[in-house]
């Protein structure tokens, strides 16, 4: 196997050396890490040897120039799975968005606040008219998003977006998801360019949230 010095590069550049290295000796085991390399967490020590011995048994069906390839296709159809998992949309899925956009967030304000000039000061009473400004537009928001034709209005361009991504919205929760987003659509001119933006974040959200916990799912994936 590979030697790679650890303290010169990062954890995921030795996941994609030592994979790159293992394509001459492909195993088992490495499903897990081309896992990895796509995003999704492993959570498999307790049943680590019934999933080898599961691709294992799948792996002898081929010749072995070919398992590679295979490793590759079984790594693709489990996170396929698993993303499918989360294909509906509800309340508690969009407060985990919520909660990662606002870490997400909190990460950018600092590294602005790192750039900002000593000159702040300033430019203070600038600031609390923008403020004032910003506060009276933003509850012409809050009041039209709280219009009920606007609201089913959105939740109708919701339904539409959910639907073109291959995701579902969960019947009975469309009213609450919406309140869960309106700080993500004031402001914004056009609700429904909102609605897509946020979507989008949902769905990056469940791409980098999968976690392989269950033999279940590695079994019965389709195999190519």
Not at 93 to 115: A, F, G, H, N, P
Request: hydrophobic residues 30%; proline residues 2%; negative net charge.
């Amino acid at each position: 196997m590979l030697r790679l010095p650890m303290l010169s590069v990062g954890s995921e550049e030795i996941e994609r050396r030592r994979l790159q290295a293992i394509k001459s000796r492909p195993e088992a085991n490495d499903v897990f890490g081309q896992l990895r390399l796509n995003g999704v967490k492993v959570d498999c020590d307790s049943w680590r040897s019934e999933s080898i011995h599961a691709i294992e048994s799948v792996l002898k069906k081929y010749k072995e120039c070919c398992w590679y390839f295979m490793i590759c296709s079984i790594a693709m159809a489990t996170r396929k799975e698993l993303v499918k998992s989360k294909e509906v949309i509800d309340v508690e899925l969009i407060k985990e968005v919520v909660e990662y956009l606002e870490k997400d967030d909190d990460e950018e304000e600092e590294e602005e606040e790192e750039e900002e000039d000593d000159d702040k000061s300033d430019s203070d009473s600038d600031d609390d008219h923008r403020e004032r400004s910003d506060s009276d537009a933003e509850e012409e928001e809050i009041d039209d998003l709280k219009d009920e034709k606007t609201r089913q209005e959105c939740i109708k361009q919701l339904l539409e977006r959910c639907s073109k991504m291959g995701f579902s919205v969960k019947k009975g929760q469309e009213q609450q998801i919406l309140d869960l987003m309106i700080p993500y659509l004031r402001g914004s001119l056009l609700y429904f360019m909102a609605i897509k933006f946020f979507m989008r974040r949902v769905s990056e959200y469940i791409d980098r949230s999968c976690t392989l916990d269950d033999l279940d799912r590695l079994k019965y994936v389709p195999y190519y």
